[in-house]
């Protein structure tokens, strides 16, 4: 038996259950009036608000393998069996080869993030002067400055250490008074880690990573996740290799020379017989140089022939 009281509580929530339902379809239609008119203006957001969509991030397409199916669903793989295998696979060839220290990146394939240990390297410059490609090495060195002898003019650094301290990455160095490898001072018993290569060195900076973090690998045989253990943070960058100014004559005869190396790789490329390009794949990689440098450029390895498609031939006594 249901009493009066009841019934007229469930009359209320029915009703307020209705009133919510209509205030969230207002609302609803309120954003979307706002955003209509904050878009209006933007030349891209000319359809208004309803039409706004998230950034499209481009991805490689494969034509073969698992991932080439977009409409079957994937399973995610653990990679944590696979890197202590691969560990484990390492350390017996180690040993098989009297121990010390093996290069184990031989091939191409070597460089994935499959196996072994990851360490993230995150640019605090937008837009770093100098970046390193894929396969390109670089060392992480760990300054280190002694306490002995003492500086009167600095004082020893926070947290110092009378010993080098033991940092998993990176190999030691010890500097002195007049031999820092920035432009500012290392103070007494301070260690500054530092990402160094035959192009720049930058001080780096060592972040924990969440254990919330994570990293998917995608490739052609599916998809991949495995743990995120270091992170470093990388300083401004330091140019160990001359950057010439703009309009000088060794930048200018690098860009020529730059040119003539990109017009002898098309010619090997091509699959024609002769050799043959088009100056129009020369034009569409270097807009800013005029056709008739490009033509001067190609006088030197190449003989320019009329016909259909302006395509140049190579000189016979080049290749």
């Known amino acids: 038996m249901v009493s009066c009281s009841d019934d007229v509580r469930g009359m209320a929530d029915e009703s307020s259950a209705r009133i919510d339902r209509y205030c969230r379809t207002a609302y609803r239609g309120l954003i979307r009036a706002n955003l209509k008119s904050l878009f209006q203006g933007n030349p891209s957001a000319a359809y208004g608000g309803n039409n706004i969509r998230i950034p499209f991030i481009f991805l490689f397409k494969y034509l073969r393998g698992p991932m080439s199916q977009y409409n079957l669903p994937l399973p995610v793989n653990n990679l944590t069996r696979t890197i202590s295998r691969k560990a484990r696979e390492r350390e017996e060839e ?15 394939v070597d460089l994935t993030g499959c196996d072994g240990d990851i360490v993230l390297f995150e640019y605090s410059e937008e ?22 002898p003492k500086d009167p003019s600095l004082s020893p650094a926070i947290g110092y250490s009378s010993e080098p301290p033991d940092l998993p990455y990176g190999s030691l160095v010890y500097v002195g008074r007049n031999d820092s490898p920035f432009l500012g001072v290392i103070r007494p018993g301070g260690c500054l880690q530092a990402l160094e290569n035959n192009m720049f060195r930058s001080p780096i900076f060592f972040h924990r990573v969440p254990c919330t973090d994570f990293l998917m690998i995608r490739n052609r045989n599916g998809l991949s996740i495995r743990r995120l253990h270091t992170a470093f943070c990388v300083g401004q960058e330091v140019p160990l290799m001359e950057v010439s100014g703009p309009n000088s004559k060794r930048a200018n005869n690098f860009v020529r020379d730059f040119l003539q190396a990109y017009i002898l790789r098309l010619f090997l490329r091509s699959i024609d017989e002769p050799k043959r390009i088009k100056i129009e794949e020369i034009r569409k990689a270097f807009p800013n140089h005029s056709e008739c440098s490009v033509r ?11 016909t259909g498609e302006f395509s140049c031939f190579f000189k016979s006594s080049i290749l």
Do not use: E, W
């Open 94 to 108: 180690k040993a098989a080869t009297g121990g010390g220290d093996i290069f184990f990146m031989r091939s191409p």
């Open 296 to 306: 001067k450029r190609l006088k030197v390895c190449a003989d320019f022939r009329r």
């Open 127 to 148: 837009y770093p002067p100098i970046m390193m490609q894929c396969g390109m090495a670089t060392r992480v060195i760990n300054y280190y400055r002694p306490l002995h």
